[in-house]
């Protein structure tokens, strides 16, 4: 069966499609126990951890998996994070480092499967960048998406419980640019009141603890703990793992890039919530 793309919008534009439906961390989170926009849908489609890719896995009773995957560009990849993903029973799937303009539904569909039968997505630069949100329409609705350069921020609801703010982030390397994202950050909580939840590659640290050595861009560093105090964000812990990005280099620079970032609010309707590091392949 030939599959082609929802929608080629042009830069600027959001749009809507469906499909028939017959680095290290991936962060998995479970309960312990405004560049160019598109979006589209599937329909009738029926231990230790490599350091760079690696995804997180949170459960706090709704499972989002968190990963950047440091592009979606071939089939064989997409197979390979699709096997790992299938192991994590999320609700919600978060994508960072897409590498892609153009998600063509064949694409999410090869990577997620057709379970994932909703999606919207932030188009990279180029190669550059670029992130995937998708989700289980029966678990969850997803509306009210919100597009920034450096995220991707949407309204999440069940059945059960309050709506509450996403937003998945993969931030810039420039040093000029990481203040552009700063306030991005501050611009999208002004746009999203209520409980706030951020996750993704934020390609900075908070404190020395983040990193293996010494060599730190304090200032930087500053600037983002001014940031989680101003907007009175909390760190959701990371079990079983101090890093989640590696040179891969002997001796290895290891540093805590991936993070969950959420209000008190958020934290206070989800307090169960367990984040976990996932085994990865890729």
Known sequence: RRHVCDAHPARGAQGHGRVGRSRDPIMSIQPADRASTCRGRLHNLGGSCPLPVDPLSMDHGLKIAV?????LNSRSRCTAIRSLLDTTAASIVCLQETKMELLCSSVVLDTLGSEFDDYTYLPAHGTQGGILLAWKSRAVTITD??????????????????????????????????????????????????????????????????????NLNRRMMGRFRRLVN???????????????WSNEQSPPTLVHLDRVLCTSDWEDAHGECHLRCLASVV
């Open 230 to 244: 101003d907007l009175a964000l909390k760190a959701v812990y990371l079990n079983g793992r101090r890093f989640t």
């Open 145 to 214: 998406p919100l597009f920034t350069t450096n995220a991707h921020s949407a309204r999440v609801a069940t059945a059960s419980g309050i709506p509450w703010w996403l937003s998945v982030v993969y931030g810039p390397q420039d040093d000029a640019d990481k203040i552009a994202f700063l306030l991005e950050l501050r611009e999208i909580r002004a746009a999203c009141p209520g409980p706030w939840m951020l996750c993704g590659d934020f390609n900075l640290i908070l404190r020395d603890e983040d990193k293996n050595n010494g």
């Open 67 to 71: 990963w950047n995957v440091r592009s």
